[in-house]
């Protein structure tokens, strides 16, 4: 389910959530956050690493990649070169409109509707099973930069620092971290 697109401040596009390690995620009409575990029923809850490959070597690091959100803002960008996306496809839970995540510093707290609050741990770093959905889409979110540097697109990942209920629409407040802010990496 996404919203109208006439909001004016930070907001909730979309939600979405699967039981099962597929690559994209339904959309669905809200999503029930757990505190220190994820999105309920969906794969990738829990209190320790969750994602398939990280899991076989790491079993017992903590999950910091309970919440994945990519803002909205990256489809539009990616179907000027002829890529379709909608909220889901590349396996996010949340789908945001009017925040530049990518450059969140972390650490920083995203207060999601009335309750939720979810504490950002870094960038999500894409897979070649983002070729098998859509073939050169692998290059296209992961471009460099003027000085070579590589630049992630495919969001981020965070934490449930309280749980709640997140609906489409849902207002997101952005709370930066005091103190020195350090610029996201992978988790």
Request: charged share 25%; with cysteine; net charge positive.
């Amino acid at each position: 389910m996404t919203a109208s697109s006439n909001s004016q401040g930070p907001k909730v596009l979309s939600v979405s959530q699967s039981s099962k390690h597929n690559f994209s995620k339904d959309q669905v009409e809200s999503v029930l956050l757990v505190e220190g575990l994820g999105v309920d029923r969906d794969a990738h809850s829990g209190t320790t690493v969750q994602h398939v490959f990280r899991k076989r070597f790491h079993p017992t690091e903590p999950n910091l990649r309970q919440v994945h959100l990519i803002h909205a803002e990256l489809f539009e960008e990616l179907a000027q070169d002829g890529f379709e996306l909608r909220p889901g496809d590349l396996g996010e839970n949340i789908t945001t409109r009017g925040i530049d995540l990518l450059n969140l510093p972390e650490g920083t707290l995203l207060r999601i509707g009335p309750d939720v609050v979810v504490q950002v741990t870094g960038l999500r770093n894409p897979c070649r099973q983002i070729d098998r959905f859509q073939t050169g889409l692998l290059k296209a979110v992961l471009p460099r930069d003027s000085a070579g540097k590589i630049v992630r697109k495919t969001g981020i990942m965070g934490i449930v620092l309280a749980g709640g209920r997140v609906n489409v629409d849902d207002e997101i407040r952005v709370e930066l971290p005091a103190g020195p802010q350090r610029r996201l990496k992978c988790v």
